[in-house]
């Protein structure tokens, strides 16, 4: 496994993020199990999860099994640097008027404190806002964030699904805090999704946080066989939208044929030459995607074949201003 620094922290992680959405709604809590082991064992340090996840009346799931394959000693809470995030809806914790989907210092102490019940630990390493709330102010949360840093409850402070002058607002503010400000931004990027090269990208670079890639492979449309979905899979409700790229993706097929490398593992493998770029985020729902998706920190695309990707894939045609400018 190779590994990188989160943003500008002193932080090291794998550049493979293991994302745990699928747990306890695709995946039981046997195989979750035997997915957090193998990622352990094969250097994988970084797990991201949400308090959300588990969906709905079961929101909340998701951490809980992880918390529950802490607990099974073995130095497994030791060796993961672990993210989650807040901001949704969870009403069933009895957060009353201020249930609904938002940020706010309450939120960020109440929520932080339900997912460390849930993960069964005393502290989380990344705490992420999983998207803006430009109706709170960053005096606000910044003092919230403070508070939670100083208790040890947390050590690093994340965005999600922030646009580029969120990025650069947060850090401005943070600095009128004397605070490090934000580590990294997880975002929805792909090869089918360049549009944070735009704005979110450079921005991130230039503020000296790394980027985490959620959706690398566009809910699989990248994965392979999205043009031939099995009967009843996922895949199969996607097949209106991939009928609309099938011309980019039968080119990106037979370049991925010429690689002698599947498209999924060469679209993360993409993601990771991107500036800024830390680690995309995997989810596997079996232990055999999962150990498939190994392969990717291994793969060097020489800039042909980036080029070839750019022609198949166009992106916004660069970093603003000059992707639309002289």
Request: glycine letters at 10%; proline letters at 4%.
């Amino acid at each position: 496994m190779k590994y990188a620094k989160l943003g500008r922290s002193g932080l090291n992680v794998s550049r493979l993020c293991l994302g745990t959405m699928n747990f306890g709604v695709d995946t039981d809590e046997r195989e979750a199990f035997r997915i957090m082991d193998a990622a352990i064992d094969a250097g994988i340090n970084f797990f991201d999860t949400a308090n959300i996840y588990g969906w709905g009346e079961n929101a909340g799931r998701t951490e809980e099994i992880i918390g529950r394959w802490f607990a099974q000693g073995g130095g497994r809470r030791e060796k993961v640097v672990l993210a989650t995030k807040f901001h949704g809806d969870m009403s069933d914790r009895a957060d009353g008027p201020n249930s609904p989907s938002g940020l706010s210092s309450y939120k960020l102490r109440r929520h932080l404190e339900g997912s460390l019940k849930r993960l069964q630990t005393d502290h989380i390493e990344l705490y992420q806002m999983h998207h803006v709330d430009r109706s709170v102010s960053w005096d606000e949360l910044w003092e919230g964030f403070k508070v939670a840093l100083t208790q040890g409850k947390i050590g690093y402070v994340g965005s999600s699904n922030f646009a580029g002058h969120d990025l650069v607002k947060a850090q401005y503010e943070a600095r009128h805090h004397r605070m490090l400000g934000l580590v990294s931004e997880q975002h929805k990027f792909s090869l089918t999704c360049r549009l944070p090269e735009l704005e979110v990208l450079p921005a991130a670079e230039d503020q000296g946080i790394g980027v985490i890639a959620w959706s690398p492979l566009d809910g699989g449309l990248l994965g392979g066989n999205a043009l031939k979905p099995a009967a009843g899979s996922k895949r199969a409700n996607n097949a209106e939208r991939a009928e609309k790229h099938r011309p980019q993706l039968e080119a990106f097929e037979r370049l991925c044929r010429e690689l002698g490398e599947s498209e999924a593992n060469v679209a993360l493998a993409w993601t990771l030459t991107r500036p800024a770029m830390v680690a995309p985020i995997i989810g596997p729902r079996t232990l055999e995607q999962f150990e498939n998706s190994l392969r990717t920190v291994d793969i060097v695309l020489e800039q042909e074949v980036l080029d070839r990707l750019d022609e198949i894939f166009p992106g916004p045609g660069g970093a603003a201003p000059k992707a639309y400018a002289w």
